[in-house]
């Protein structure tokens, strides 16, 4: 019997050959459905393109194994819900939908699009739109990387190092889609939720940066100091704990101050400490009891991204700052 944080009887158990996944979809269905019909039904297009983004996202994300992981062998993404993204995408010209688009539309392995509409997106025209932008362009130097074509790299690095920011939208999406739950939505329903949104953010900075970024690669000067300017870039305001992380390793790398190297190591392992069986569904497989406990501490931190505006490096140091404080509070006792 697991525990579902809420509900009771025979509800708490497994149907057949049922996985804590399905178990758990079929419980919230009802309150996900409505939830993801009001964003698709919301006037503003973003909520639109959330709940687009949103149609196909399962409790947990979906299981991926070595067989899928084969070119080609993705599921089709020429599906319904993603053409009207697309669509939606093309029509706004919001940087926000074109990055949550592309996200859903981009091969796993080549990060290429898919057939079909969503082969009418590029990273290029993600940044013609978003010209201060600088992760489109980290996107396109790791395209290029992959061709063998080192001018293009040396191009579009150079347009990432001297933008003024480098975000997917995460944030955003975070905070419009989270914001957008019922007030009275029940702890197990949240975390089915906050589960849904993370599953549908598919573009971060990409790993290439670090090879990109090689300690080959920055014996060159010019390279040496792209690199330092995006690390900067990302310590100083990427919101996520991958931009996080990855601005830690290359401060190592590129031989940052002692003090930000520092401060970067700490937060890393914070960061890394409050996600460490947070999320619901990492320990539940095989057998394993889903624990409400693990739930409700998932719950709290979609508390604190809201609260953060979708920020995930903020809401993450809000739930180490309360963690701290209830360890202060009952040593206290």
């Known amino acids: 019997m697991d525990e579902l944080c809420g509900v009771e009887g025979q509800d708490r158990a497994r149907a057949g050959h049922e996985t804590i996944e399905q178990h758990v979809e079929r419980l ?197 100091q792209q690199c330092s300017a995006i690390a900067t870039i990302l310590a100083k305001a990427g919101p996520t704990y991958m931009d996080l992380a990855i601005a830690s390793h290359l401060a190592d790398r590129l031989g940052f101050p002692e003090e930000t190297r520092a401060a970067l190591k700490a937060e890393r392992q914070n960061g890394r400490a409050a996600l460490n069986g947070l999320f619901p569904w990492q320990n539940s497989n095989n057998g394993s009891v889903f624990r409400c406990d693990v739930v409700l501490a998932f719950d709290r931190f979609i508390d604190a991204l809201r609260a953060n505006g979708g920020n995930e490096r903020a809401a993450l140091r809000a739930v180490m700052q309360a963690r701290q404080q209830e360890r202060n509070s009952s040593a206290g006792r």
């Open 28 to 224: 919230t269905q009802h309150a996900i459905d409505r939830w993801r019909s009001a964003l698709a039904a919301s006037g503003d297009p973003r909520r639109q393109a959330i709940g687009l983004a949103l149609t196909n996202a399962v409790p947990g994300g979906p299981v991926i194994t070595d067989e899928e992981l084969v070119p080609g062998n993705e599921p089709s993404k020429d599906t319904p819900a993603n053409n009207n993204l697309v669509l939606l995408a093309v029509e706004t010209g919001d940087p926000t939908i074109y990055s949550l688009a592309l996200g859903l539309c981009k091969n796993t392995l080549t990060d290429d699009m898919a057939s079909g509409p969503c082969a009418g997106l590029s990273w290029e025209h993600w940044a013609s739109i978003d010209p201060d932008n600088g992760m489109p362009w980290l996107w396109i130097a790791a395209k290029a990387e992959q061709s063998g074509e080192q001018q293009a790299v040396e191009n579009a690095l150079a347009k990432a190092s001297t933008a003024a920011r480098i975000e997917s939208y995460g944030s955003t999406v975070n905070g419009l889609a989270l914001g957008a739950l019922p007030g009275d939505a029940a702890p197990l329903e949240k975390a089915v939720a906050g589960a849904d949104v993370w599953y549908t953010l598919h573009v971060g900075v990409p790993l290439e940066l670090v090879s990109l970024c090689a300690a080959s690669a920055i014996q060159q000067p010019v390279r040496k």
